[in-house]
């Protein structure tokens, strides 16, 4: 060997250099994931906490509006992530039901479907829809509002309304039963006869005239309940039919209702 080869600096056939020490990566990838579950977690109870805020504050404004008890429940539905329609501006459908809601002299179970419901004051919402449906003593509590109308009891099997009245001649009475149609014209409920029994027998129009003469009238003409004056000036009647034992009304609200002091006053019948 010489001097030379003492301090060669060739690496030997077999050498290898050490391996670097890796620094481990779990404790990040951890702690970035208790981020996550955190962020994730405070979402949801922020997202909890608003719809709590929101479903009680429309709960409390239908309640006091509709003048009703403080424990009457009403039910409020917010369809969707809630947080993202607050910060829009409005709420995207807001869904609000109970049930005996007054309505005038009568009682109804009534849900109305809103759009674009906003959450701050001064703005129109996109419209609403309400349904209004009245079991057996509630039709007969509305139609018992009426005078003229001689009903002394009333059932609902569809598609009619059927009612029990009694004609009077010379003293004698004589129970009729009535079977009515339901429909909507011009905003107001109308009751058309179209079938008549008296005695067990069925009897048209024509013949309870002629067998009754005028007395038959209050019988055999149409029957026009005007609500306008029990529900505000932005709600308009649009459809009504029975459904197996109750009577079903669908309503239009106008979207400036909230806005507009005169759609929100009750509506004045013209007769």
Request: one cysteine or more.
């Amino acid at each position: 060997m010489t001097a030379g080869d003492a301090y060669s600096t060739e690496r030997p056939p077999d050498w290898e250099p050490a391996p670097r020490r890796r620094k481990r990566a779990w404790p990040w990838l951890v702690a970035f994931g208790i981020v996550i579950v955190l962020a994730i977690v405070a979402w949801f109870a922020a997202e909890a906490i608003a719809r709590d805020l929101v479903t009680r504050t429309i709960r409390t404004e239908i309640t006091e509006r509709l003048s009703l008890p403080a424990d009457h429940p009403v039910d409020v539905e917010v369809p969707g992530v809630l947080i993202p329609q607050l910060l829009g501006g409005s709420l995207n459908e807001v869904t609000v039901s109970s049930h005996d809601v007054p309505v005038g002299e009568f009682e109804g179970d009534v849900t109305v479907v809103a759009t674009d419901v906003p959450i701050q004051e001064g703005v129109d919402m996109g419209g609403a829809t309400a349904t209004v449906t009245l079991d057996e003593a509630q039709l007969q509590a509305l139609l018992s509002t009426i005078d003229e109308l001689p009903v002394d009891t009333v059932a609902l099997a569809e598609p009619n309304v059927s009612m029990n009245a009694e004609l009077e001649v010379f003293g004698v009475r004589f129970p009729v039963g009535v079977e009515l149609t339901p429909s909507i014209a011009e905003g107001d409920l109308v009751l058309t006869p179209v079938g008549f029994e008296l005695a067990g027998a069925e009897i048209d129009a024509a013949q309870l005239s002629d067998q009754f003469g005028a007395v038959a009238d209050a019988v055999v003409r149409d029957w026009t309940v005007c609500l306008a004056q029990y529900i505000p000036a932005g709600v308009t009647l649009t459809d009504v039919s029975v459904d197996g034992d109750f009577l079903v009304a669908e309503a239009d609200v106008d979207g400036a209702i909230v806005t507009d002091p005169e759609l929100q006053a009750n509506g004045t019948c013209s007769t």
